[in-house]
């Protein structure tokens, strides 16, 4: 079976014949178009028939959302006519639906991915997994209230980019020997006319849900250099810009090219410019190898954010030879008063020197913290401590009193 076909693949069974059995791998689920399928358990050596399903049902549903051992047993009850459904389909029409409704879909399967497994292995009903259903309903319910102000939140959002609402600020990025800027990142913000300020993760979170994340991310992006070019103009032509960016962007084929164009058209080289990805994005599949080799041919250097909060692998960071590492402020938050904080943040040092990668400890709010920091050989640093971000105009003002 080709698990991209467009069509759905049919199987034929005979009565008694089984289809799947309790613990064996869900790959896929079932629709009965002829003929009725029974569903079964086996508990103490008696078996215990669950349900008997009818044509137009569909079972073992939860390998759409969650590959893990099927729940229960099933068996053809009559000669039966079943159609098989994959992820691969699933996904496929969820990104070419309508976003409304991909949102509320997305939202949906997530739900259940994380409900999943507090259901599985329970052999009847009980008072507790009552209770479990009732409270995962609500939290579905939630889920779908939150889904719904998303979309209140994208239109928004599309107004918002047609009026210049967003803006960006500014973080400096220092080097840990002497505090002289390197350079800065680059951070969006949003005040919203009428929700006042929103959460930058919670807008973004939207925006990689559509496609408004391109936009937005261009947008970014574009003003960055812009500013970038200003800076270098009037103080120093080494200064670097980093910028975050997006699995939807890594997927995108006209990414890079377009970026070496802004690059190009403000007078700017790659190698002033830093691309921030999260280890979920960076480590996803084989997908990210190609897009981060063009990245670093073209000149541009790759930085790792939130370093050892993900999905970490040796092999990745070998193969992929990532220029710099961020080492999550949660890890910096303890040093000074947790031993643990200490070790984690030397052995993420001693680590990334070893592989020829750089190191920015993000959130430095202490003299202590960043005292320790220095200690440990730690190249970069970043947080309130240094400064705030700041809008354009303050970051001018921070430039002309550092390199005058």
């Known amino acids: 079976m080709n698990p991209s076909n467009a069509q759905l693949t049919a199987r034929h069974y005979r009565a008694g014949d089984p289809i799947f059995s309790e613990g064996d791998q869900g790959n896929f689920a079932y629709i009965v178009e002829e003929g009725q399928v029974e569903i079964w358990t086996e508990l103490h050596g008696d078996r215990r028939v669950l349900n008997v399903l009818p044509p137009g049902s569909l079972f073992g549903e939860l390998a759409l959302v969650d590959a893990k051992p ?6 053809a009850l009559t000669d039966c006519i079943l159609s098989l459904v994959t992820p691969d389909q699933v996904n496929q029409r969820i990104d070419t639906a309508d976003p409304i409704l991909r949102l509320l879909l997305l939202v949906v ?3 259940f991915r994380s409900e999943s497994n507090n259901f599985r292995g329970t052999s009847e009903p009980t008072l507790a997994l009552d209770a479990a ?27 918002a980019i047609a009026k210049e609402q967003f803006h960006l600020v500014y973080q400096p990025i220092v080097f ?5 800027i390197e350079g800065f990142e680059a951070l969006i913000r949003w005040q919203s006319p009428k929700r006042g300020f929103v959460r930058p993760d919670r807008f973004i979170q939207v925006a990689e849900a559509t496609d408004l994340i391109i936009p937005i991310g261009q947008w970014v992006i574009e003003q960055g250099l812009k500013d970038l070019k200003t800076l270098q103009t009037k103080f120093n032509p080494d200064l670097l810009m ?3 960016i997006v699995g939807r962007q890594t997927n995108s084929e006209d990414f890079i090219p377009w970026l070496l164009e802004k690059v190009d058209h403000y007078g700017l080289t790659p190698d002033k410019v830093k691309l921030e990805i999260i280890e979920r994005t960076l480590f996803s599949g084989e997908s990210s190898a190609p897009w981060i080799e063009n990245c670093r041919s073209q000149g541009f250097a790759l930085v790792l954010d939130d370093f050892g909060t993900g999905y970490s692998s040796l092999q990745y960071l070998n193969e992929y030879k990532i220029d710099r590492v961020k080492i999550d402020k949660s890890f910096v938050d303890g040093l000074g008063t947790n031993q643990n904080s200490e070790s984690i943040c030397s052995a993420i040092l001693q680590l990334s020197h070893a592989l020829g990668m750089t190191v920015v400890a993000e959130g430095i709010e202490t003299q202590a913290q960043l005292e320790i920091l220095q200690s440990l050989g730690c190249d970069y640093g970043q947080g309130y401590l240094f400064s705030r971000p700041l809008p354009f105009g303050q ?4 430039a002309q009193d550092t390199f005058r």
């Open 70 to 75: 099927r729940s229960a047993s099933a068996s």
């Open 133 to 159: 259903l009732t409270k995962a309903k609500l939290s579905l319910k939630e889920r779908i209230t939150d889904a719904v102000d998303m979309i209140r939140l994208e239109g928004e959002m599309k107004e």
């Open 395 to 398: 970051v001018m003002a921070l």
């Open 176 to 180: 840990m020997d002497d505090l002289r």
């Open 242 to 244: 980093s910028f975050n």
């Open 109 to 111: 399967i997530g739900h």
